[in-house]
Protein backbone atom coordinates (compact mmCIF):
# COMPACT_ATOMS: atom_id res chain seq x y z
CA UNK A 1 0.00 0.00 0.00
CA UNK A 2 1.05 3.50 -0.84
CA UNK A 3 0.42 6.39 1.03
CA UNK A 4 0.68 10.11 -0.39
CA UNK A 5 0.78 13.30 1.39
CA UNK A 6 1.90 16.87 0.99
CA UNK A 7 -0.22 18.50 -1.25
CA UNK A 8 -1.87 21.71 -0.07
CA UNK A 9 -2.72 25.42 -0.98
CA UNK A 10 0.28 27.36 -2.23
CA UNK A 11 0.71 30.94 -4.70
CA UNK A 12 2.40 30.55 -7.85
CA UNK A 13 5.83 30.47 -7.48
CA UNK A 14 5.99 28.26 -4.42
CA UNK A 15 7.16 24.60 -3.38
CA UNK A 16 5.54 21.88 -2.10
CA UNK A 17 6.83 18.60 -1.21
CA UNK A 18 5.06 15.25 -1.97
CA UNK A 19 6.01 12.11 -0.44
CA UNK A 20 4.70 8.91 -1.30
CA UNK A 21 5.36 6.04 1.65
CA UNK A 22 5.12 2.23 1.07
CA UNK A 23 3.61 -0.25 3.87
CA UNK A 24 6.47 -3.18 2.24
CA UNK A 25 9.72 -1.87 0.85
CA UNK A 26 9.53 0.10 -2.76
CA UNK A 27 12.33 -2.32 -3.58
CA UNK A 28 9.87 -4.75 -5.54
CA UNK A 29 8.70 -2.24 -7.60
CA UNK A 30 10.77 -1.81 -11.02
CA UNK A 31 9.71 2.02 -10.74
CA UNK A 32 8.40 4.68 -8.56
CA UNK A 33 6.09 7.56 -10.83
CA UNK A 34 3.76 10.02 -10.01
CA UNK A 35 1.12 11.08 -11.86
CA UNK A 36 -1.51 13.83 -11.83
CA UNK A 37 -5.26 14.73 -12.44
CA UNK A 38 -6.81 18.01 -13.48
CA UNK A 39 -10.28 18.38 -13.95
CA UNK A 40 -11.36 17.66 -17.47
CA UNK A 41 -7.49 16.75 -18.41
CA UNK A 42 -6.20 13.17 -18.85
CA UNK A 43 -3.91 11.88 -16.11
CA UNK A 44 -0.65 12.66 -16.72
CA UNK A 45 3.04 10.94 -15.73
CA UNK A 46 4.70 13.91 -14.29
CA UNK A 47 8.12 11.77 -13.15
CA UNK A 48 9.15 8.43 -12.79
CA UNK A 49 12.50 7.44 -11.75
CA UNK A 50 13.11 3.15 -12.56
CA UNK A 51 14.92 1.41 -10.10
CA UNK A 52 18.62 2.05 -10.68
CA UNK A 53 18.14 4.50 -13.66
CA UNK A 54 17.62 8.30 -13.90
CA UNK A 55 14.80 10.29 -13.48
CA UNK A 56 12.18 11.39 -16.10
CA UNK A 57 10.16 14.31 -16.50
CA UNK A 58 6.99 15.18 -18.52
CA UNK A 59 8.13 18.58 -20.65
CA UNK A 60 5.40 20.78 -18.60
CA UNK A 61 7.56 20.29 -15.26
CA UNK A 62 11.19 19.60 -16.46
CA UNK A 63 13.53 22.13 -14.44
CA UNK A 64 11.08 22.46 -11.61
CA UNK A 65 10.52 19.18 -10.18
CA UNK A 66 12.63 16.65 -8.61
CA UNK A 67 11.61 13.33 -7.91
CA UNK A 68 13.39 11.27 -5.70
CA UNK A 69 13.95 7.89 -3.42
CA UNK A 70 14.75 7.29 0.21
CA UNK A 71 14.92 3.57 0.00
CA UNK A 72 15.42 3.72 3.94
CA UNK A 73 12.41 4.62 4.45
CA UNK A 74 10.55 3.38 1.54
CA UNK A 75 9.39 6.88 0.45
CA UNK A 76 9.67 8.85 -2.82
CA UNK A 77 9.28 12.09 -3.24
CA UNK A 78 8.53 15.02 -5.71
CA UNK A 79 9.93 18.37 -4.92
CA UNK A 80 8.06 20.72 -6.81
CA UNK A 81 9.37 24.45 -7.49
CA UNK A 82 8.24 27.40 -9.40
CA UNK A 83 4.93 26.19 -9.28
CA UNK A 84 2.11 27.60 -11.88
CA UNK A 85 -1.56 27.58 -11.64
CA UNK A 86 -1.69 25.22 -14.66
CA UNK A 87 -0.10 22.30 -11.74
CA UNK A 88 -3.49 22.35 -9.83
CA UNK A 89 -3.94 18.73 -9.81
CA UNK A 90 -4.68 16.07 -7.63
CA UNK A 91 -0.92 13.93 -7.69
CA UNK A 92 -0.97 10.24 -7.32
CA UNK A 93 2.26 8.17 -6.87
CA UNK A 94 1.95 4.62 -7.85
CA UNK A 95 4.79 2.01 -8.15
CA UNK A 96 5.08 -0.28 -11.18
CA UNK A 97 5.28 -4.33 -10.42
CA UNK A 98 7.98 -6.84 -12.42
CA UNK A 99 4.96 -8.02 -14.22
CA UNK A 100 3.96 -4.53 -15.17
CA UNK A 101 1.24 -4.16 -12.58
CA UNK A 102 0.76 -0.37 -11.46
CA UNK A 103 0.29 -0.37 -7.64
CA UNK A 104 -1.60 3.39 -7.02
CA UNK A 105 -1.58 4.99 -3.77
CA UNK A 106 -4.55 7.75 -2.87
CA UNK A 107 -4.20 10.89 -4.39
CA UNK A 108 -2.78 14.27 -2.91
CA UNK A 109 -4.52 17.91 -3.72
CA UNK A 110 -2.13 20.23 -4.81
CA UNK A 111 -3.31 24.01 -5.38
CA UNK A 112 -1.76 26.74 -6.88
CA UNK A 113 -3.44 30.27 -6.48
CA UNK A 114 -2.48 32.88 -9.32
Known amino acids: QLQASGGGLVQTGGSLRLSCTGSETIFRFVAMNWYRHAPGKQRELVAG???????NYADSVQGRFTISVNNAKNTVYLQMNSLKPEDTAVYYCAGIGRTGTTYWGQGTQVTVSS
Open 49 to 55: IPSGGSP
